[in-house]
């Protein structure tokens, strides 16, 4: 697929008799895991060939993949704290906050972060089509910067030290629940713990 792929956002997730979802959704799904394939494909061949570095005038230099990305390291940052029912922290998770255009006031900025729903990820959904991205306009919540520039030392999967400098703590007002199709996902956030409900 080429670059200027324009999504279909408008599909309507639309459940026929037997519990099964509309060919439309389907095929607008389909779509959208062999574009998000192909552009990993292309992603991996370029830091392959970043890895293998380039030669130069006789000598090896090293080149670096760089990403445009509307998220970089000076991005707003949160951590989560996916609780357990005991109220013990099951599981800790990094968001960025990031702003973008209000969607109907033009000139006005407006701030979304995104959070995971972990209900997909068991399901076996691709992690980018299992992201929740909260965003003011539609789910009112705000930020508590009395920790801001507190550093939290957190693990990444393979157990190396990633230390976050977060910029607050998050609290929504609403119950935030999944949107894809069959998840009944729902959280409420409080001082970025995340509650199911």
């Known amino acids: 697929m080429s670059d200027d792929t324009k999504y279909d956002f408008g599909v309507p997730t639309v459940i026929v008799k037997g519990g099964t979802t509309s060919a439309s959704y389907d095929k607008e799904q ?6 998000a394939e192909q552009r990993r494909g292309i992603q991996d061949a370029q830091r392959a060939m970043g890895q293998q570095g380039t030669s130069r005038d006789g000598g090896f230099s090293l080149a670096r993949l760089g990403s445009a990305r ?21 599981q800790e998770c990094k968001s960025e906050i ?4 209000h969607p109907t006031k033009a000139g006005e900025m407006d701030m979304m972060f995104a959070m995971v729903c ?39 999967p393979w157990g190396n030290l990633d ?25 409420r956030i409080n001082d970025s713990k995340v509650y199911e409900v």
């Open 98 to 101: 990031t702003f973008y255009e």
């Open 163 to 187: 230390p976050v400098i977060i910029c607050g703590t998050v609290t929504a007002q609403d119950t935030i629940k999944c949107s894809n199709y069959n998840c009944t996902y729902a959280v």
């Open 118 to 156: 972990p209900r997909c990820l068991e399901r076996g959904i691709a992690q980018g089509e299992s992201q929740m991205l909260i965003k003011a306009s539609h789910r009112s919540f705000w930020i508590d910067e009395r920790l801001k520039g507190t550093v939290v030392a957190l693990r990444d």
């Open 70 to 90: 509307m998220i970089t390291e000076n991005s707003p940052r949160l951590v989560l704290y996916y609780m357990n029912k005991d109220h013990s922290v099951r």
């Open 30 to 35: 389909a779509r959208r895991r062999a574009d």
